[in-house]
């Protein structure tokens, strides 16, 4: 039973057209966007006020850019906002039956909480490390492996009973890795091609594809605007693809799998994109505060689970390649880095700083100029994204 502010306005009075435009998915999520976006606007300054007076001011590194040691002291935990309005949001616009939703849900909290934690470590208690990467790894691990054991089951089903009942049947045969077709790897611009990934596939996949976005985009946040603009594009461009998915005409039509419940996720999408414009109001430059951990790794993973329920882990790739670019030059200039210095006693960088927005920025690009590109060039692969619904 729905009992969302949509479903308990459908029946005010049903004989009312105006009451039956809440049934649309369409429209409830245009309302999540302008509901997340006023929540966000409304809030934000309290929350910068707020996180000014507890003195939770970002530390800029020493050996960083020199031009960002007056960003010192500017408010972060920001994304606190950022989860806030889409929790409110969505809550109020979605269906409350809808599975796919909640674990999306639940896996951008678990991904918040464990930013929460290390932002706090390093900004109230002043411990530079934050929290252990070896801790963080495990609490990020844990969630991604058990959201990929849930999906797994999940995308093929059309219930949490029918996801039991195939979970259940998996273990009597002997944890065997069969999985229905709806499961496999699509290949984008291909009609037909697409491949079978088995359980184990599936999992280990989904895993990789939640963690390495949370972290991606967690790397990408280190520019006023630079990481919240590309997940609004990003997260957009799935909210189109999570609408056609759930739509049984629309996925017949255009070849793709047909997951029934997944076009909800099109609402936290929504609100998702109000909520990070709402924020881009105060996060450009000059940032007036700053998401940090709690906001890119959420956003990270929401991005990551989305796309493997709506079965476009490949295109999240191409959509997301900022997000790629800035992880890959990291594990790049630290693996060359480590490989130099074994081979050769001295280290030496592929880059002249990691993660790919600060090589530009010592390469004499003007911190806005990086950000803008960054986004132009989201803004195409977007686009690419979305023609591979008819170039198929």
Not at 77 to 101: A, E, H
Not at 158 to 172: A, G, I, K
Not at 279 to 299: K, S, Y
Request: glycine share 10%; aromatic share 14%.
């Amino acid at each position: 039973m729905l009992i969302s502010l949509a479903a308990w306005l459908q029946t005010l009075s049903p004989e009312l057209g105006f009451f039956r435009v809440f049934q649309y998915i369409t429209f409830r999520a245009v309302m999540a966007a302008l509901t997340a976006l006023i929540i966000g606007l409304a809030f934000g300054p309290w929350v910068i006020r707020r996180l000014t007076e507890l003195k939770i001011g970002q530390p800029i590194r020493g050996y960083g850019v020199t031009e960002h040691q007056a960003k010192t002291g500017t408010p972060t935990m920001g994304g606190v906002l950022i989860l806030i309005s889409i929790g409110v949001s969505t809550l109020l616009w979605f269906d409350w039956s809808n599975r796919f939703v909640w674990i999306v849900m639940i896996v951008t909290i678990g991904f918040g909480a464990i930013g929460w934690v290390d932002d706090w470590r390093k900004v109230v208690d002043k411990n530079p490390e934050g929290m252990a990467s070896g801790e963080k790894f495990f609490w990020q691990s844990a969630i991604g492996l058990v959201a990929a054991l849930y999906l797994a089951f999940s995308v093929s089903e059309t219930s949490n009973l029918r996801v039991l009942e195939l979970f259940l049947r998996w273990v009597q045969s002997g944890f065997s890795n069969d999985l229905p077709p709806k499961a496999d790897l699509i290949v984008p611009f291909f009609k037909t091609i697409s491949y079978p990934l088995g359980v184990f596939g599936f999992i280990t996949l989904t895993y990789f594809v939640i963690v390495g976005a949370s972290n991606a985009v967690n790397l990408t946040d280190g520019l006023d605007g630079l990481a919240i603009m590309p997940v609004v594009m990003v997260g957009s461009a799935l909210g189109v693809f999570a609408y056609v998915t759930g739509n049984s005409v629309f996925s017949r039509y255009l070849l793709i799998p047909y997951i029934p419940g997944a076009g909800e996720l099109l609402i936290f999408c929504a609100a998702m994109a109000g909520a990070g414009l709402a924020f881009l109001w105060f996060n450009a430059h000059p940032a007036q505060v700053f998401m940090g951990d709690v906001g890119a790794l959420a956003l990270g993973g929401a991005l990551g689970t989305i796309a493997v329920i709506t079965r476009q882990e490949i295109l999240l790739g191409i959509m997301g390649g900022v997000f790629v670019a800035e992880a890959l030059s990291v594990m790049l200039q630290v693996g060359w880095f480590k490989f130099t210095r074994k081979r050769y006693g001295t280290g030496r960088r592929l880059l002249k700083m990691a993660p790919l927005h600060h090589h530009f920025e010592k390469s004499g690009w003007k911190e806005t100029q990086v950000v803008i590109r960054f986004w132009i060039i989201t803004m195409l692969l977007c686009l690419v994204g979305l023609a591979s619904l008819k170039l198929r």
